[in-house]
Every structure is written in C-alpha cells, then in structure tokens.
C-alpha cells in the first residue's frame, strides 16, 4: 500500500488564484512529521512546510498553509494568490516515528503533482 | 542561510565506471542521507548516516554503493560499476535534530540541488 498518496497528477490555476494540492498518508505510527516539498524545472528540492501529528494548529509559511485532518490522514498544502513561479512540482512527504522501524526518520514520498499557475 | 551543496551538478559515464557523488551537508546537521529520483519518477530514499556509519538502507543500496564522510563536511556516495538504470538524480540530505520524542519542525531535511547522472 502507498504510504503517501497524491491523486492530482497535475493541476492548472489562475495566477493570484488559490489553488489546493492533495496528499494523504498512510501509518498506524501516532508520531510522525509530514512535509511539502516544491521541485522547480531546475531540479532542485526546496523545503515548504511542515505538520507535525501532535501540532494542535494547521502550519502555515506565507503563502502556503497546510490543511492537516488527522482523522481523514490528509494534509493539503493550500497555496494562496499564486504566482507564475509557483509552477513546479510539489511532494508530499512523511517521516514516521521510530515506532515504525528505525529511527531515522528516512522520508517517504508521493508521487507529485504538476502545478502550472497560467497568467 | 546555511545550505547543502552537491558536486557535480551534471556527470555523465560509461557503463561499469565508478562514479563518486560529492556533498557538503549543513555544517550542524548530524544526519545525512541519499535519495535518489528516476526521471519523471518520485523520490525514493537510499541510505541513512549517523555517527561515522549506515543507519538505514533500501533494497535500492546494493553491493555496489557505498556512503563516506571521508573528512568533517563531505559527504559521498560512490557506485563502483554503475548501470542504466543507475541513471537518474542523486539528492544529498541533512537534519540537524536527534532522533526520538515528539516530532518537530527541526526533524526537516533539506535537500542539496541534486546531481544528474547519466550513464551511457
């Protein structure tokens, strides 16, 4: 089974639209951190945001938040007025707790999903 | 802002060459890790490093891988004979936090710029 799933292969939005991007996870691990990622054209991986389980408050950075439902295992990265550089690859990430084998916090990724902001 | 580097950007080989992947984690940062990325593929994890040795490691990290940190800042990845399908984007990592308790804001890796691999 896919620990982190991202349905959305790829998503279109309006610049200066708000666009949501879907993830949700898999663990029976009650601590774990879960984090977005954003991949440009260029290649490189470049950190967003990060939930914790036990955060009591959605995180929020800027212009993303995250819309963390624990019960339903989603956190959805909410990106607001978007920008033409917003058009890259976001993932989607979990790293679980040593509950769930090592304590190394190695991170599991989705798929991803494509956003392309149009002007 | 501290970050961590990677070196080459771009290497391209033969097959059944040895290729050795440079990275300069963030100079606090006690982890450090491999993730490698297939083309158009997700990432996926290779190896974990703690304390001078393998903490963690895939089905992905053979025989033929190995991880160094050969001095106090690099940080390698060697493929003694490299394949094909060895060819894809190589992602160093690092995180500063140590491991247990409640998960935070400080358990984040952040990621090098990659490098490309290309075997021919």
């Known amino acids: 089974a896919q620990k982190i799933t991202q349905t959305q292969p790829g998503m279109f939005v309006q610049e200066k639209e708000a666009v949501t991007l879907d993830c949700t996870y898999d663990?029976?691990?009650?601590?774990?951190?879960l984090f977005w990622y954003k991949q440009p054209s260029s290649g490189e991986m470049i950190f967003l945001i990060y939930q914790g389980s036990y955060d009591q408050q959605n995180a929020t950075e800027g212009r993303y938040s995250l819309n963390f439902q624990k019960a339903r295992k989603s956190a959805n990265l909410v990106i607001s007025a978007s920008q033409l550089g917003d058009s890259a690859m976001y993932f989607c990430a979990m790293r679980e707790g040593p509950n769930s084998g090592g304590s190394n916090y190695k991170l599991t990724f989705g798929k991803g999903t494509l956003l392309t902001v149009n002007p | 802002e501290p970050e961590v580097t990677q070196t080459p950007s771009h290497q391209v080989t033969q097959m059944g060459q040895e290729v050795i992947l440079r990275c300069v984690p963030i100079s606090n940062h006690l982890y450090f890790y491999w993730y490698r990325q297939i083309l158009g593929q997700k990432v996926e994890f290779l190896v974990s490093?703690?304390?001078?040795?393998?903490?963690?490691k895939s089905e992905i990290f053979d025989d033929q891988f190995s991880v160094e940190r050969p001095d106090g800042s690099n940080f390698t990845l060697k493929i003694r004979s490299t394949k094909l399908e060895d060819s894809a984007m190589y992602f160093c990592?690092?995180?500063?936090?140590?491991?247990?308790?409640?998960?935070?804001?400080?358990?984040?890796?952040?990621f090098g710029p990659g490098t490309r691999l290309t075997v021919l």
């Open positions: 663990t029976s691990d009650p601590s774990y951190g």
């Open positions: 990592a690092s995180r500063r936090r140590t491991s247990g308790g409640a998960p935070q804001a400080t358990d984040t890796q952040y």
């Open positions: 490093f703690y304390n001078n040795e393998i903490s963690e």
